[in-house]
């Protein structure tokens, strides 16, 4: 690990927060087990604890310790729309941190096909948090100039540049395969 990449690990071990680059904007991301970053984020974004956060990472094993244990035709349809943009919601784990999940029993993952992104979750050996960088119904952040400019110094900015999707990730519901955002 660069020295580089050692300074992010441990600025996010802390509680710090970073925006990066994801699929359709950037992302504002922490350390999902760091309930103080997990706190200041949903602060920063002005959003509701209630509605939970998403999780990314470049292959799932990174996301194994929040969800609970999948059965093996149910983690063959993650994988098979993996590496990509679609985000499914799964049984959260027993340890899973409740201001993940929003107080619900589930937790939304994805294993990005964003190269900038899964680099940051390899480089740094984590899963991230990923929800859009912008104030709470607001647009979301496309440049890093832009989030620089709405959080400032309160958000590490990676820099780099957004994939080519113009809507999030579908996002869909594992136990009854409801499409919940296209």
Request: overall charge positive; some cysteine; glycine content about 10%.
């Amino acid at each position: 690990m660069s020295g580089e990449a050692r300074s992010l690990r441990a600025y996010l071990r802390r509680g710090g927060l970073i925006a990066y680059p994801t699929e359709s904007c950037f992302g504002l991301g922490c350390d999902p087990r760091n309930p103080r970053a997990l706190k200041r984020l949903i602060r920063l974004k002005g959003r509701s604890a209630a509605k939970g956060m998403l999780l990314i990472a470049d292959r799932f094993r990174r996301l194994q310790p929040f969800v609970r244990p999948l059965a093996p035709a149910d983690r063959a349809r993650l994988q098979k729309s993996w590496p990509g943009p679609v985000t499914w919601v799964v049984p959260a784990s027993a340890t899973c941190p409740p201001l993940l999940t929003g107080g619900r029993p589930t937790i939304a993952v994805r294993v990005t096909a964003h190269p900038g992104a899964a680099r940051l979750c390899r480089t740094l050996g984590m899963a991230l948090v990923s929800t859009s960088a912008n104030k709470s119904g607001q647009k979301p952040a496309k440049t890093a100039a832009e989030c620089r400019r709405i959080f400032g110094a309160r958000v590490r900015v990676v820099a780099g540049r957004i994939g080519q999707r113009r809507r999030p990730s579908t996002l869909i519901d594992l136990a009854t395969g409801t499409v919940l955002r296209p």
